[in-house]
């Protein structure tokens, strides 16, 4: 084999193993944590959002001792609900979708940073330990009052 042919092959053998790799991690990451694309279990009509459960009655309930369900629906340009007050050490589940545009949440000082897209259902666990206000921001250009869209958990 040349020179020429070695050094080609050298670069056409990782070319061709990195694909094969990455797809073996997706596999890796749907068998062993369940990571997939959305189903159909995750979707509404968006336009129907007002009428179903749980996004007919945004808000909080608690699920169990220490457990919560914030159930959020983002719309041009706001949160519904603005506030979410739970009690410190709190784990909350938030529950939310749009009901017009594509918008974000992202939760200052936590893990949860969702996209809210109309039609499906979003879902993030977080845990609030200390008490404060935690501002909530949309962070996906949604239109002209789009800085405007924000509301907080109030951690007691
Ligand atoms: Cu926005």
Redo the contacts with the bound molecule.
């Keep these: 084999m040349s020179r020429e042919q070695t050094l080609e092959l050298s670069w056409i053998i990782p070319s061709a193993l990195i694909p094969i790799a990455l797809l073996g991690l997706l596999l890796y990451a749907y068998v062993t944590h369940g990571i997939h694309v959305p189903g159909q279990e995750g979707m509404i009509d968006p336009r129907a959002i007002s009428q179903i459960a749980p996004f007919n009655a945004p808000g909080v309930v608690q699920t169990g001792p220490g457990t919560y369900q914030a159930t959020i629906v ?1 719309k ?2 706001t949160f519904e609900p603005k506030e979410i007050r739970v009690k410190a050490g709190a784990e909350v589940t938030f529950v939310a979708s749009s009901a017009d ?4 949440m992202r939760i200052q000082g936590t893990n949860v940073n969702i996209m809210l897209l109309p039609g499906q259902i979003s879902r993030k666990t977080a845990r609030f330990v200390k008490p404060g206000e935690y501002l909530l ?7 002209i ?3 405007l ?1 924000s509301g907080k958990v109030i951690v007691e």
């Design positions: 983002g041009m340009w545009v594509i918008h974000g921001i949309c962070h996906e250009y949604c239109g009052g789009h800085h869209m």
